[in-house]
C-alpha cells in the first residue's frame, strides 16, 4: 500500500512537471512569435512572415536593426527580401513616432505589385515597434508619391487592411475619391486618397470603411460615425446594396440630413462605377434617415450637393 502511494505521488510529481515543461514551451514560443519580419513570396504575389527575435528592445534600436533586415531574404525558404539589390535606404531616422525612410531613385522604378508588398512590409515591420506609430517614405529627399501623383504620407498599421482568408498579404492599390462634410457641415467635399487593401476584400467594402474612419485633410468633417457597424456590402446588377447597424440611425452626425447619404453614394459611385446604391439598416429598407431620407428607394450620385458646385449655385442666385 504504502509502494503504491509512494508510486502515486511520483507518477503526480511527473505529471506537475510536464504541464509546467508544456506551459515554458507555450511562453517561450509566444515570446518568439512577438515580433515578426515580412518578406516578398517568390512569385511576387504576397508577403511571407517569419518570427522575429530583436537583439535589443528599445524602439531605436528595433528601428535601426529592422532597416538593415529590408535588404536580405529568406534563401532557406525562398522568400525574397522586401527592397531588390538596386533600391538602397540612404537614410533613416525615428522622431517622435514616425520613422522616415529616405531610398535612391531606384525605388520609383520598382515594378507595381512589387513596390506595394513593400510598402506594406516595411509599415508592417516598423509600426510593430512600440513608440512607432507610423512611417513617412521619401525618394532622394522628397516625400513620395503614387504613380497618380497623389502624395502618400504617414501610413499606420491600418493603411493595409487584412481579411481571414487565402493569400491575405496580397494587396491592391487604388485611388478613391471619398465625399465628406466642410467644416460647416453644409456641403460634401471631394477627398482624394491613395488606399492599399487587401485583394480579399471588395472594394465597395473597402470605400464604406475608409468613410467611416473618416477624412485625414485638415477642415473636413466625418459624415458617418466611426462606431456604425458594416453588415454587409455587395453589389448586384449595378446597384450597391449597404446594410449597416442601427447606429447609423441613432449616432448622427452634426451635417446636414442629405450629407451621410450622398457620402456613401458619391464615394461609391465614383469607385465601383454604380448606376446606384441602397442602404438599409439590419436588412429594413422601411425606414427614414433623419426625418425625411426614405431608405426605400434606391439613390443615384448627386454632386449638387459639392462644396464647388454649391458656390456656383449661389453665385448664379
Known amino acids: 500500500m504504502k509502494k503504491w502511494k509512494r508510486a502515486a505521488v511520483i507518477l503526480a510529481v511527473c505529471m506537475v512537471s510536464g504541464i509546467l515543461g508544456c506551459s515554458e514551451e507555450k511562453g517561450q514560443e509566444s515570446q518568439a512569435a512577438e515580433y515578426h519580419m515580412y518578406y516578398v513570396s517568390p512569385k511576387e504575389t504576397a508577403l511571407e512572415t517569419t518570427e522575429y527575435i530583436p537583439k535589443e528592445r528599445t524602439a531605436s534600436a528595433m528601428v535601426q536593426e529592422v532597416s538593415g533586415m529590408l535588404s536580405q531574404g529568406m534563401e532557406e525558404d525562398g522568400y525574397l527580401s522586401l527592397l531588390p539589390e538596386n533600391v538602397k535606404i540612404q537614410d533613416i531616422t525615428y522622431e517622435g ?32 515597434i512600440q513608440g512607432v506609430s507610423d512611417v513617412e517614405f521619401f525618394c532622394e529627399g522628397e516625400p513620395m508619391t503614387d504613380a497618380a501623383g497623389v502624395l502618400i504620407g504617414k501610413m499606420d498599421k491600418n493603411t493595409f487592411v487584412e481579411n481571414k482568408g487565402e493569400n491575405i498579404n496580397s494587396y491592391v492599390h487604388t485611388s478613391l475619391n471619398l465625399y465628406f462634410a ?10 482624394n486618397i491613395s488606399v492599399y487593401y487587401s485583394s480579399n476584400v471588395p472594394l465597395e467594402r473597402e470605400v464604406v470603411e475608409r468613410l467611416l474612419k473618416g477624412p485625414k485633410t485638415e477642415g ?11 453588415l454587409g456590402v455587395s453589389i448586384v446588377e449595378g446597384i450597391c446594396y449597404v446594410n449597416l447597424d442601427k447606429s447609423f440611425l441613432s449616432n448622427s452626425m452634426d451635417v446636414q440630413e442629405e450629407l451621410p447619404i450622398y457620402s456613401i453614394v458619391n464615394s461609391l459611385t465614383d469607385a ?3 448606376r446606384g446604391v441602397q442602404i438599409s439598416v439590419e436588412g429594413e429598407t422601411a425606414v427614414n434617415f433623419r426625418e425625411s431620407m426614405k431608405l426605400d428607394q434606391i439613390y443615384h450620385a448627386d454632386y449638387r450637393l459639392t462644396e464647388e458646385n454649391q458656390g456656383e449655385k449661389e453665385e448664379k442666385e
Open 182 to 191: 466642410d467644416e460647416n457641415g453644409d456641403s460634401l467635399k471631394k477627398e
Open 220 to 230: 473636413l468633417k466625418p459624415t458617418l460615425s466611426p462606431n456604425t457597424n458594416i
Open 97 to 128: 513616432q514616425t520613422v522616415s525612410v529616405n531610398f535612391n531613385s531606384e525605388y520609383k522604378n520598382m515594378k507595381n505589385t512589387r513596390e506595394i508588398l513593400a510598402r506594406a512590409g516595411i509599415v508592417k515591420a516598423f509600426t510593430q
Open 272 to 274: 465601383c462605377n454604380v
